[in-house]
């Protein structure tokens, strides 16, 4: 079964510390990864995406993430945080089993791991 | 172009009451999904459909009823509410699979009294 483990529950960081973010995914197939992130008070915003090529992929706001397929972990990074970016980060995978063909089975949603509460203290 | 509409915002309800979340796309993407979100479970799916007259249960779906009769509409209904539905709710759309991504609403949050 498709699965989703983000490891670190709640990061404290302060301002300028570099931010690394553990996710973990359990599927055989070929794999499609997000990185979402949730401002408080707010709905999930797309950080980045990952679906084929460069493993390293950069998003907004200075992230990047790095797909690793003999670990299956797709971890998200940042160099230097800000207090801006205190928010909720979900790591993501597309559920797949009966769905359209075309899409290699996606049914359309997502699996999304428990998710990782960064606080950047200033 | 608004995206994925979700109303009402805030909602309480009594216990035994029945209500509908609205979520809306205008899009036309095929692909809808809603989901609960609940403090160190992170989101998880309640219902979802691959397109107009098809849905199909998540991974809690008890409780909740859809439907889907036309590509831009997909609510959510509670039949009973209880306690344990207390949550903030999102409402997803995507197309071709999610390949280029999905799309959330701003969410409902619920509280069951």
Known sequence: AQSVSQHNHHVILSEAASLELGCNYSYGGTVNLFWYVQYPGQHLQLLLKYFSG???VKGIKGFEAEFIKSKFSFNLRKPSVQWSDTAEYFCALPSKGHG???YGGSQGNLIFGKGTKLSVKP | NAGVTQTPKFQVLKTGQSMTL??????NHEYMSWYRQDPGMGLRLIH????AGITDQGEVPNGYNVSRSTTEDFPLRLLSAAPSQTSVYFCASSSQGGIYGYT?????????V
């Open chain 2, 104 to 112: 959330f609403g701003s969410g409902t949050r619920l509280t069951v």
């Open chain 2, 22 to 27: 609205q979520c809306a796309q205008d899009m």
């Open chain 1, 54 to 56: 460069d493993p390293l």
């Open chain 1, 100 to 102: 359209h063909q075309d």
């Open chain 2, 48 to 51: 979802y459909s691959v397109g």
